[in-house]
């Protein structure tokens, strides 16, 4: 931490080392320390009197942890901070996640192979478990917990206890006994580290397994949803879309964006949302004004029922519920009710809180923290503490003028409270009643039996004053988490709301159209663009592509060069359907888009060093994912799969994946099979559903260009060379690469038969070697005396070998 080394006194020659912050920075420190994998535990006085001979009665009453924080300035405003619990038993899991800061509190029972997906979704700040975990460096390492958390019946009674039910089968949960288990573990976790947010626990829901599409974390990372591979800022997919105003709606929104939506009739009501502030941007912009001026109510009402609330945090509470009512006003007139969340009036809580704060955040103690008028008691302790400094100043000119010692003043200190002070030149004329206190070096400090007497009604007077406005403060706080459901509906109304408008003003801003959601799996998209590439381009410059995917078209294969945007196509009809799923407007000129249940992706090349997995093992690992958990209404989306291994591997691997999704009726998704292998172009003449496309391309002076239109048929050539060229190779081994092409190419076509597309094929089980060489030249190679070879020898040999080589 940085923090001075020092040392205190403990007996003769004997000193404790020790280091120390101040008590008002130790927000800062914590935090740190927490940062860094700490949990850090916080002692308290308990009262003022000291228990027995002269100790203070002091206990821990908070221990910080990662997953129990509720501090603003520790928290991330957009993103939740959920502490998770995780317990296994054989092969089912119970998985449970509270965000402490808002009190959302969800579990779920699942299958135990599907855990480390969950939690790598979940993203948890703070992991406890008991079990066995899946191993993975991207999960914080687990809290242990201990092996009576299974006992399913007791964790059923400390649910029901907490919640003051009889059954929880309100919550979804009963017949669950891990998820009852997993949701029992975090509630007993903050009643031994963080008890004061259990107050503010009042809502607990189960998760249904097919409520929601599940996106596996290759799926999300290769889309790019919530960072850019390339670390770039404003390169993900969530950069675009956020346009909230408040941080409920940009948890709301990463939220949606990690779960897309299975039900059309929920899709709709969505689209029907962002629709209506589309449709009126006046309102809109009204609105997300509105919006940008209020602050995140959700967890303002939490540090409330936790009694962490500060006074500030109520002035920023007051502010946010006036912006709440006037944005219930806007959108009741502009007839709102039938289309928009239905918003909760907090007029009565916001009318409390502005009668009972002043016009700026005060100090609890120093009498500023509530208006006048507000408590009678208070006014009369403020007025009394306040009415010092009058007293004092007459209190000095009455004393000048009867001593008549003219720099006599009157002043106080913290520890010898208030005093009069006199200079050494003066000490004759000092009357008899005044009593010496403290000796400076030129003057003399006195009090008189009026100014002791003054002392102690005012330092009474501050006593209560702090006692009252610290109750008083502790009083409205304890009102207003009476009113914490009614504003937590109104926080989630308005993070509804929030991006609801927020997508609206993306979909304006970017020309996106409202997808047409169907229930039978047909996939049209006309002139589709990438959300996010586009707006790395100028204007204009991106270049549409259509997409059409049904019962006909099950599977196109994609052929073309490199760099000639084949990954961008694939991306963009994935993240196309997607957002639509999330409810939001796609970029495209118009969208039919069929519900599919899941998007897998394979693309990229990505070793597991830790795993000790090479390239192609992590690629064939989640290419047999796929195929293992795809169906006919998942949308799957494969780049260069089997090219991490030999041509003619690769290359088999890549048709049989390409045939057992055509014909396994069970796993027959929509697919996009981005390839080089030329040779899958000759599918589609023996699979029916099977379509080839290619990316178009232009030839100008002898150089490509990439005209970034998708085109039917099949790319007759790789344009590696070319690709390389436009790379900056140098231009010798560009020229060389050439020749070696066209000597492959020549030496190819004697030994091959041509494919039903016209091209040359190696017949099967051969493999094109840069090596070939006739039987007669390996053998006079072999015979070769390499040792008895003299230099001249040597060299002449070499020529001859040439020679031989250039006329085969």
Known sequence: MDLTLTSKPLGKNFRVPLAGIPHHAADGYIARLVARGYRVAIADQLSDEPAGKGLMPRAVTRVVTPGTIIEEAWLAGRENSYLVAAVCAGDRAGLARIDVSTGEFVTQELAASELRDELLRIRPRELLAVGDL?????????????????????????????????????????????????????????????????????????????????????????????????????????????????????????????????????????????????????????????LGRTSDI??????????????????????????????????????????????????????????????????????????????????????????????????????????????????????????????????????????????????????????????ERVLSAQERLEEVEGRLFRQLCATIAAHGETLRAAAAAIAAIDVAAALAETAVRNDYCRPRIRNDGRLVIRAGRHPVVELRLPPGAFVPNDTVLDDDAQIIVLTGPNMAGKSTYLRQVALIVLMAQIGSYVPAREAEIGVVDRIFTRVGAQDDLAAGASTFMVEMVETAHILHHCTPRSLVVLDEVGRGTSTYDGLAIAQAVVEYLHNHRESAAKTLFATHYHELTALAATLPRVRNFTVAVGEEDGRIVFLRTIIPGGADRSYGIHVAQLAGLPRAVVQRASAILADLEERAAGRTGRSSSGRRRTPAGQQLSLFDAPPALIAELAALDVDALTPLDALRLLYELREKARSF
């Open 298 to 455: 959700e967890r303002l009402t939490t540090r409330c029922c936790a009694g962490a609330a500060t006074v500030r945090d109520l002035h920023a509470l007051r502010a946010a519920l006036q912006r709440t009512e006037e944005l219930r006003e806007l959108l009741a007139h502009a007839g709102a009710e039938a289309t928009l969340p239905a918003l909760p009036s907090v007029a009565e809580i916001e009318t409390l809180l502005g009668a009972a704060l002043g016009e700026a955040p005060g100090t609890i103690g120093q009498g500023d923290v509530f208006r006048p008028g507000f408590c009678a008691e208070l006014d009369e302790l403020r007025e009394a503490a306040s009415g010092a400094r009058g007293f004092l100043a007459a209190l000095e000119a009455r004393e000048r003028e009867r001593t008549g010692i003219r720099s006599l003043k009157v002043g106080y200190n913290r520890v010898f409270g208030y005093y009069i002070e006199v200079s050494h030149a003066n000490a004759a004329a000092v009357p008899a009643d005044y009593q010496r206190r403290q000796t400076l070096t030129g003057a003399e400090r006195y009090v008189t039996p009026e100014l002791k007497a003054y002392e």
């Open 134 to 290: 899946p191993p993975c460096e991207e999960i914080p390492s687990p809290v242990p917990l201990r092996a009576e958390t299974l006992d399913a019946e007791r964790a059923e009674e400390e649910l029901q206890q907490h919640f003051g039910t009889a059954t929880l089968a309100a919550f979804g949960c009963a017949g669950k006994p891990l998820a009852i288990c997993a949701a029992a573990a975090i509630l007993r976790y903050l009643r031994e580290n963080q008890p004061a947010v259990l107050a503010s626990i009042t809502r607990l829901a189960t998760a249904e397994p097919g409520a929601w599409m599940t996106l596996d974390p290759q799926t999300i990372r290769n889309l790019e949803l919530f960072s850019s591979n390339r670390g770039g800022k404003g390169d993900a997919l969530i950069d675009v879309l956020d346009r909230t105003r408040t941080p409920m709606g940009g948890r709301l929104l990463r939220q949606r964006l990690a779960r897309p939506l299975l039900e059309p009739a929920a899709i709709e009501r969505r689209l029907d949302e962002v629709a209506w502030f589309a449709e009126r941007e006046t309102v809109r912009a009204r609105a997300l004004g509105l």
